[in-house]
Nanobody, 122 residues
């Protein structure tokens, strides 16, 4: 699976951005997709994810401001980010969890996009 993220940029506090992540390759094996972010000097953290045709999860820090969605027909993941704050500044990474193999020996693998920079100025 290949993941191509886009949509990052520079925005002022209170502004909005929409990130996109286009998946290609063995997309039929994708189980979950999500967005992570990593700020300078900090560990990578989960922002939001969505299970295959299932529920979404949002980190407490972004609840009420960010929305994750997935277009299954286009194999694309989105992150709508509103009311952005300086603390949202980070490199945002798209993630896909893939499962394959026979039922008795399922293999799970993580794939990552290249990251897109989001910078929120105060």
């Amino acid at each position: 699976v290949q993941l191509q993220a886009s949509g990052g940029g520079l925005v002022s506090t209170g502004g909005s951005l929409r990130l996109s992540c286009a998946a290609s390759g063995r997309t039929r094996n994708i189980k979950n997709m999500g967005w992570y972010r990593q700020a300078p000097g900090k560990e990578r953290e989960l922002v939001a994810n969505v299970a295959n045709f299932g529920p979404t999860t949002l980190a407490d820090a972004v609840k009420g401001r960010f929305t994750i969605s997935r277009d299954y027909a286009q194999n694309t993941l989105y992150l709508q980010m509103n009311s952005l704050r300086p603390e949202d500044t980070a490199v945002y990474y798209c993630n896909a969890v893939v499962e394959y193999g026979p039922v008795e020996r399922v293999v799970t693998e993580d794939f990552w996009g290249q990251g897109t920079q989001v910078t929120v100025s105060s």
